[in-house]
Nanobody, 126 residues
Framework: QVQLVESGGGLVQAGGSLRLSCAAS????????MGWFRQAPGKEREFVGA????????SYADSVKGRFTISRDNAKNTVYLQMNSLKPEDTAVYYC???????????????????WGQGTQVTVSS
């Protein structure tokens, strides 16, 4: 079974940047669509972005377009989320997820993802 571990979270000032990493083990995720989700206190887990197996196809939530960038390094079995121009409303626990049933076309529905990390906390102060 694939295991995902997120890292890189922390406390930053509004307008700052942070890069999250998601390292996979127990199997390769090079052929999987990879997604990032987040969950703020008192709110439902929501889609942030996703990336196809090749890294060419990406999808982002409107709230993060132009600020966040997803990338992946299949040789390292790792996916990244670069977050720029952070806002207080970006504060949440960020989760990495893998969709083993899709390679090119991404889904925004969290129930479609098969593997999940435990999350990493991102806090943006105003």
């Amino acid at each position: 079974q694939v295991q995902l571990v997120e890292s890189g979270g922390g406390l930053v000032q509004a307008g700052g940047s942070l890069r999250l990493s998601c390292a996979a083990s127990g199997g390769t995720v090079s052929s999987y669509v990879m997604g990032w989700f987040r969950q703020a206190p008192g709110k439902e887990r929501e889609f942030v972005g996703a990336i196809s197996w090749s890294g060419v196809g990406t999808s982002y939530a409107d709230s993060v377009k132009g600020r966040f960038t997803i990338s992946r390094d299949n040789a390292k079995n790792t996916v990244y989320l670069q977050m720029n121009s952070l806002k207080p409303e970006d504060t949440a626990v960020y989760y990495c997820a893998a969709d083993r049933d899709r390679t090119v076309f991404v889904t925004r529905r969290r129930v479609e993802y098969d593997y999940w990390g435990q999350g990493t906390q991102v806090t943006v102060s105003s």
